[in-house]
Nanobody
């Protein structure tokens, strides 16, 4: 199996920064896209940012220019640098990855982390 473990959440003031990390472990042969989503109280899950194995990125309009996603393919990790945080960024953030667990696997499977709380408040 594959485990995704997030870290780095916490409390930040408006205008502040936080850095989230996600590490994939277990039966990881290769990882295609990695990404971050978030769920705010009373709202549906929102895709925040994605990154391909080649480094191409996409962002939700709400975080463009403030958040940066990156990854280390050798370490199977992804990072979300969040700057200029706003109270509306408060949410549980989830890492996900599309993973092949064996070289013979045809399809990638989706895995999710347990989530890490980010609270932006003065």
């Amino acid at each position: 199996q594959v485990q995704l473990v997030e870290s780095g959440g916490g409390l930040a003031q408006p205008g502040g920064s936080l850095r989230l990390s996600c590490a994939a472990s277990g039966s990881v042969f290769s990882i295609a896209n990695m990404g971050w989503s978030r769920r705010a109280p009373g709202k549906e899950r929102e895709l925040v940012a994605t990154i391909t194995s080649g480094g191409s990125t996409n962002y939700a309009d709400s975080v463009k220019g403030r958040f940066t996603i990156s990854r280390d393919n050798a370490k199977n990790t992804a990072t979300l640098q969040m700057n200029s945080l706003k109270p509306e960024d408060t949410a549980v953030y989830y890492c996900n990855a599309r993973v092949k667990t064996t070289p013979r696997a045809i399809l990638f499977d989706d895995y999710w982390g347990q989530g890490t709380q980010v609270t932006v408040s003065s």
